[in-house]
């Protein structure tokens, strides 16, 4: 069944309101019609199911037929803190990081970003992609994407309450994710991955500085959109629900 996210404004104890390229999407796309059932999310564990009533041009009205509360979100909230990268690559790291149960996501700019920003014009089509990626996925709540591009410093006072928090660093051969072993399961954890040309020595000492552990990810260089995939991975099958 077709499944799409509205704002809590937009739900009512009997009515839901899609709009704006959710309603294009049902009606030019989908092709559905009054009568025809969808599944709604509100972005806080409740999916309902949905039967479409009235479909105007900017508009599509929903009667309620019933709803459940559904939990597909990880026990350990990560919160990735990565580097604007070339082309395309920042788009595939959204998707992914999705998928593998990230809980927000802030784009940065570091000494090496070699990619051109635009400034925050972006944003609202990440936070687009990010959302018909939680949908694709099964997602039951929607992650979070700063508001800003913003730089490390930043991120690591927005993230100081973290129980972990980590820099993964190329240069870093004495410590991995193997010889993190927190006395109680972490919760929450904040992490830091860099550009092409990576961090900076003064950019680890700033994270060091917040508290962050700098670790390495083995003897191969990875690229920049693989590693806060595999990152997101290992954080997620040690304190996760990757199994």
């Not at 599944?39 to 564990?45: I, K, Q, R, T, W």
């Not at 900017?58 to 990268?85: A, Y």
């Not at 961090?199 to 191969?220: I, N």
Request: glycine residues 8%; charged residues 30%; proline residues 4%.
């Amino acid at each position: 069944m077709h499944r799409f996210f509205a704002e809590k404004e937009n739900i009512s104890s009997h009515f839901i309101i899609l709009q704006d390229s959710d309603a294009n999407h049902i009606r030019k796309v989908l092709r559905l019609k009054a009568g025809d059932q969808v599944e709604v999310l509100d972005g806080e564990g409740s999916l309902y199911r949905v039967r479409l009533t009235d479909l105007n041009t900017k508009s599509i009205k929903g009667e309620i037929l019933s709803s459940e509360k559904i939990n597909t979100e990880s026990p350990l909230k990560i919160h990735l803190g990565q580097s604007l990268i070339k082309g395309s690559g920042f788009d595939v790291i959204l998707r992914k990081s999705v998928e593998l149960g990230v809980h927000s996501i802030s784009p940065l700019i570091t000494d090496r970003t070699v990619a051109k920003s635009d400034g925050d014009k972006k944003i609202p089509r990440w936070k687009k992609i990010i959302e018909e990626s939680s949908k694709q996925c099964g997602r039951s709540s929607i992650p979070e994407i700063s508001k800003s591009i913003i730089r490390l410093e930043t991120f690591c006072q927005k993230t100081k309450d973290s129980d972990l928090k980590l820099i993964f660093w190329e240069m870093e051969k004495n410590t991995g994710m193997g010889d993190i072993n927190p006395e109680a399961r972490p919760g929450s954890a904040s992490v830091l991955i860099g550009p092409e040309g990576g961090f900076t020595d003064q950019e680890v000492e700033t994270a060091r500085s917040y508290g962050f552990l700098s670790l390495g990810l083995g003897p191969r260089i990875f690229r920049a959109e693989t590693a806060p995939l595999v990152v997101l991975s290992l954080l997620q099958g040690k304190w996760g629900d990757i199994k």
